[in-house]
């Protein structure tokens, strides 16, 4: 199935577009130059092949997207894993997110991974994930920080404050960009409907800077 993929990424790519769209990413990666919509039409006409494959291959060929060098092969293994993951997920499956996690890491897979498929394996294995979690807290690896600080973006007035306030704090001292703009990302969402919480903790734990500026972009719109 791969080569077929990669065959007609190939036939459709835009190598005027592809420049525009590695300066988007910081030129940290090679694009083709294949936007989304036409990936994911794409994709579609293989989702059928992709269903019927063993979760064995199905993580055979997501790694092996993973390991090309064109960034769209990235955006494919994502387009099909979030296709129906929720139907199919193992306990044995978080260590392939945190590969997918940690492996060319940028915003752009990461945020897409985390906010629905790891979101939903914290519900679906609710113990597994905590202990996964801690060692996730425990690492440098400031896009593990990230990850905690934002895989309950979906779950709306279910998000559990307590744990997002304790990754917040946890968290908050790291000035690293993609960190100080999760934690704005994460309360922001909250806001949306317990905007008293959301103020609550910008003043309790001091958030400042751009933590702040996103935490409370829907608070004080007015």
């Known amino acids: 199935m791969l080569p077929q993929i990669i065959s007609e990424l190939e036939r459709i790519k835009d190598t005027e577009r592809a420049p525009a769209m590695e300066a988007y990413m910081k030129n940290r990666y090679v694009f083709l130059g294949v936007s989304a919509v036409p990936r994911k039409v794409l994709f579609a006409g293989f989702k059928k092949d992709w269903q019927q494959l063993s979760e064995k291959d199905r993580w055979n060929f997501i790694y092996e997207c ?3 060098e064109a960034r769209e092969l ?29 492996q060319k890491s940028w915003w752009d897979t990461i945020d897409l991974l985390v906010s629905h498929a790891v979101g939903h394996y914290a519900r679906q294995f609710p113990d597994i994930f905590c202990a996964k979690a801690k060692e996730w807290e425990e690492s440098t690896n400031f896009w593990l ?14 998000t559990d404050l ?9 968290f908050k001292w790291n ?48």
């Open 145 to 158: 920080h990230r990850s905690l600080l934002i895989y309950q973006l979906k779950y709306k007035q279910q």
């Open 162 to 170: 307590e744990k997002l306030q304790y990754y917040i704090h946890q």
């Open 66 to 68: 993973w390991q090309h």
């Open 175 to 222: 000035k690293e960009f993609f960190v100080q703009k999760a934690i704005g990302w994460s309360l922001r969402e909250v806001s949306k409907w317990n905007p008293s919480w959301v103020l609550k903790v910008v003043e309790t734990e001091n958030i400042q800077g751009l933590a702040k500026r996103e935490a409370l972009k829907y608070v004080l719109k007015d």
């Open 74 to 102: 990235q955006y494919i293994a994502l387009d099909a894993l979030l296709s129906d993951y929720k139907k199919r997920f193992a306990v044995s499956d978080l260590a392939h997110l945190e590969y997918l996690i940690t």
